[in-house]
Every structure is written in C-alpha cells, then in structure tokens.
C-alpha cells in the first residue's frame, strides 16, 4: 500500500513539473531593445564634411579637449548612435534608459562582427574605425559611411546583413581615452 501511495504521489509531482514547465514563450529568447530614450540624431545643418577617406564623411559638430587623440591601440569609451539613412536605429548606447559610455576597442572597431544579442559589436564597421582615428575627449562628430565602408561586405548569416544596401549614419561623442 505505501509502495502504490508512493507511486501516485510521485506520478503526480512528475505530472505537475510537466506541466508547469510547458511555458510557450523562449526562455533564451532576448527581447528587442528599447529605443524610445535614443537622442535625436545630431542636426549637421550648416556645417561642412571633411573626408576622412573614400567612403566616410565627418561632421565635426564640438571638438575635443585632452592630451591625446584616438589611435589604433586605444580603448574609448564612447556614448554612440548608429543609424540607417532610412532612419532605423541599428546600435545605440542609449537603448534601454541606459546613459554612460560604453568601452570600444578602436583596434578592433573596424570588423564587422556577428554577434547573438545587442551589443555593441553590432555597431562594428570598417568606416567606424576611419571616423574615430584622431578624436579627442569630449568630441562629438557625426560620420557618414557608404555601404561599402558599413555593412556592405557582411556576410548573409550576419544579423546587420540586411543593412549592407544602407549608408550608416553614426553619431559620437567621446567620453574617455584610455591609451594603449
């Protein structure tokens, strides 16, 4: 009798797990960020671009300060916004409410990553790397890259692979330099 009672009472935990555990939604599913907290892009009406090399344009809207400007070896941190010329935010370090400088690594500034989730690889390009080279602290640029100096060389499985056809709008401002 205790051995069938035993049973019954197992059979009913096993069957009660089961179906508490049948949840419909992804547990590894990472919601989409929030971009309602993402500044206006920066207004570069009235002032002139400078080439930084073909295919990447810059806006210097304030500049910097500081003893060193952003070499190839330094690690920034940078409070950015990366848009489409169509207007969709691809990577902004103001998704979520969020509101400090996130670190970039300028060597590795210039591949295209793919990545899973948000971050801030996804704003990766090979322009991004051309248009922070000689910033300085507290400088805010807008650069504008064609699609071959953004997404354009992605490949079909990277998640920005849909913007390869797009001109990439980013706009920066940096927060410090941490020289290598």
């Given at each position: 009798?205790?051995?069938?009672?035993?049973?019954?009472?197992?059979?009913?935990?096993?069957?009660?797990?089961?179906?508490?555990?049948?949840?419909?939604s992804d547990p590894f599913r990472i919601?989409?960020?929030?971009?309602s907290t993402v500044p206006e892009a920066y207004n570069i009406d009235n002032v002139s671009p400078v080439t930084i090399e073909e295919g990447v344009e810059a806006y210097i809207l304030e500049e910097g300060?500081?003893?060193?400007?952003?070499?190839?070896?330094?690690?920034?941190?940078?409070?950015?916004?990366?848009?489409?010329?169509?207007?969709d935010i691809v990577f902004s370090t103001f998704a979520n409410g969020i509101?400090?400088?996130?670190?970039?690594?300028?060597?590795?500034?210039?591949?295209?990553?793919?990545?899973?989730?948000?971050s801030i690889l996804l704003a990766y390009t090979p322009g991004l790397k051309a248009g922070i080279l000689g910033m300085q602290q507290g400088e805010k640029r807008t650069l504008v890259l064609s699609p071959e100096k953004g997404?354009?060389?992605?490949?079909?499985?990277?998640?920005?692979?849909?913007?390869?056809e797009n001109t990439l709008i980013y706009d920066i401002r940096v927060s410090s330099i941490n020289p290598g």
């Open positions: 009798m205790l051995n069938s009672s035993f049973r019954a009472v197992l059979a009913l935990a096993a069957f009660s797990i089961i179906l508490f555990s049948c949840d419909t919601p989409p960020p929030d971009f300060t500081g003893p060193f400007f952003v070499t190839v070896r330094d690690e920034v941190a940078v409070f950015m916004t990366l848009r489409t010329d169509e207007g509101d400090f400088a996130l670190p970039l690594s300028v060597r590795s500034a210039g591949t295209i990553q793919n990545v899973f989730q948000y997404y354009g060389t992605a490949s079909s499985t990277n998640n920005n692979a849909k913007y390869r």
